[in-house]
C-alpha cells in the first residue's frame, strides 16, 4: 500500500517537473522572440520609417503653404513688407513645431509598438501555463510581431500629421475673399501709380494676381 503510494507521489511530482520544465521552455522562446536583436532593429526601423513618413508630409505641407503664402501677400498688395516678415516668422515657427511633432509622433509609433509587443508576450506566457509547447509559442510570437508591426504601420499612415499650417487659413481666405470681392466690384488691386516727375505718364501698373 505504501510503496503504491510512493510511485504515484512520483510520478505525481515527475509530471509536474516535465509541466514546469515546458513552462519554462515556452517563457524562454517568447522572451527569445521579443528580445532579440533582430525585433530590436524592427522596431528601430519602423521608428525612422515613420519619422521619414511624417517629414515628408511636413515638407510637403510645407511646399503648399509656401506657395499660399507668396499669393495671399500678393493678393493683399503686402510683398516685401513687414506683414511678410512677420507672417514668414510666423510659418517658421508652425514649421519647427512640426518638425518635433514629426519626431513625437514617430517616438510614439514606436512606444505604441513595443506596448503591443509586451501585451503580447504576457498572453503567450499566460497560455504557457495551460500547456503552450514552445514551438508552438515561438510562431505566434512570430506571427503577432509581424500583424502588429503592419498594423501600427497602417494606423500610424492613416492618422497622419495632422494640419500643421492650419493657423494661416484664415489669412489665405481673407485673401481670396478680398480678390473676389475685387473681381465682383471690378476694383483693381492697386490704384495707378503715377510719375510725379512726368505728370502726363498715366499708364497704371499692377501687381499679377494668382
Given at each position: ?8 507521489q512520483q510520478q505525481a511530482q515527475q509530471a509536474e517537473q516535465q ?59 503686402v510683398t516685401g513688407g513687414s506683414t511678410q516678415i512677420d507672417q ?11 518638425v518635433l511633432d514629426a519626431e513625437r509622433r514617430a517616438q510614439g ?102
Amino acid at each position: 500500500m505504501g510503496s503504491g503510494s510512493n510511485r504515484a507521489q512520483q510520478q505525481a511530482q515527475q509530471a509536474e517537473q516535465q509541466r514546469q520544465a515546458q513552462i519554462d521552455a515556452t517563457t524562454a522562446a517568447v522572451n527569445a522572440a521579443y528580445n532579440s536583436p533582430a525585433r530590436v532593429r524592427q522596431i528601430q526601423d519602423f521608428v525612422r520609417a515613420m519619422r521619414d513618413y511624417y517629414g515628408q508630409d511636413l515638407d510637403r505641407q510645407k511646399g503648399i503653404n509656401d506657395r499660399e503664402l507668396r499669393f495671399a501677400l500678393a493678393r493683399n498688395g503686402v510683398t516685401g513688407g513687414s506683414t511678410q516678415i512677420d507672417q514668414q516668422r510666423t510659418a517658421g515657427e508652425m514649421y519647427q513645431r512640426g518638425v518635433l511633432d514629426a519626431e513625437r509622433r514617430a517616438q510614439g509609433a514606436g512606444a505604441q509598438l513595443a506596448g503591443q509587443d509586451q501585451q503580447t508576450r504576457l498572453n503567450l506566457i499566460s497560455m504557457a501555463q495551460s500547456g503552450l509547447d514552445a514551438g508552438t509559442a515561438a510562431q505566434q510570437a512570430a506571427s503577432a510581431m509581424r500583424t502588429a508591426l503592419d498594423s501600427e504601420l497602417a494606423g500610424a499612415q492613416a492618422q497622419g500629421l495632422g494640419d500643421v499650417f492650419a493657423g494661416m487659413a484664415r489669412l489665405y481666405d481673407q485673401s481670396r475673399q478680398a480678390r473676389q470681392y475685387r473681381q465682383a466690384f471690378g476694383t483693381p488691386l492697386y490704384q495707378p501709380i503715377l510719375s510725379f516727375a512726368q505728370p502726363q505718364a498715366r499708364t497704371p501698373f499692377y501687381t499679377w494676381e494668382h
